[in-house]
């Protein structure tokens, strides 16, 4: 069965620093991986996701991620942090045979001025 | 282009009573999904549609949640009798084609149930 952990429920980083959200995972197969933030009383934004190919990918807004296989995981990434990153990040994943995704519990960003 | 529409915003009901959401996806996506966040949680699944055929309800109690996609559009949700642990935010999420797991999922801003 799919899971995904997402060990930090708060993460709070300067403005202007380096940023990274921590996502690991467990599927059967070849995982597919996605970002989501989330604004307060706001749906998911899709930021990037990962499906085949380079293991760094690039998103939306700054942000990257690096899938390493040998870790089982996606860790999300910034360089430089901005106050308006501030809000609750998801991790998702779907495993080989799933045809929809499974969403880790959320780390709330704090990016402090 | 506009997004994934979703009404009402809020919606206050005593347990036992019934509910519906609405759904209006992105225009020409043919997957549509329903999820139920409880607070502190991700999004879990309820049912997912492939144009207005269902592809997997696994999750969705159905003893008292259904749902339907007419026309392979708009979607509704109901629930009845209303329990207080349904008091979540229910998600609408589309997506342009039926590949499934590969496909990028854009979601609604939610509809916030409180069951009192």
Not at chain 2, 62 to 69: H, I, L, P, Q, V
Request: aromatic share 12%; glycine share 8%.
């Amino acid at each position: 069965a799919q899971s995904v952990a997402q060990p930090e429920d708060q993460v709070n980083v300067a403005e202007g620093n380096p940023l990274t959200v921590k996502c690991t995972y467990s599927v059967s197969g070849n995982p597919y991986l996605f970002w989501y933030v989330q604004y307060p009383n706001r749906g998911l934004q899709f930021l990037l996701k990962y499906i085949t190919g380079d293991n760094l990918v690039k998103g939306s807004y700054g942000f990257e991620a690096e899938f390493n296989k040998s870790q089982t995981s996606f860790h999300l990434k910034k360089p430089s942090a901005l106050v308006s990153d501030s809000a609750l990040y998801f991790c998702a994943v779907s495993e080989t045979g799933a045809n929809n995704l499974f969403f880790g519990t959320g780390t709330r960003l704090t990016v402090i001025p | 282009e506009a997004g994934v529409a979703q009404s009402p915003r809020y919606k206050i009901i005593e347990k036992r009573q019934s509910v519906a959401f609405w759904c209006n996806p992105i225009s020409g996506h043919a997957t549509l999904y329903w999820y139920q966040q409880i607070l502190g949680q991700g999004p879990k699944l309820l049912i997912q549609f492939q144009n207005n055929g269902v592809v997997d309800d696994s999750q969705l109690p159905k003893d008292r949640f259904s749902a339907e996609r007419l026309k392979g559009v708009d979607s509704t949700l109901k629930i009845q009798p209303a329990k207080l642990e349904d008091s979540a935010v229910y998600l609408c999420a589309s997506s342009l084609g039926t590949s499934g797991r590969r496909e990028t999922q854009y979601f609604g801003p939610g509809t916030r149930l409180l069951v009192l």
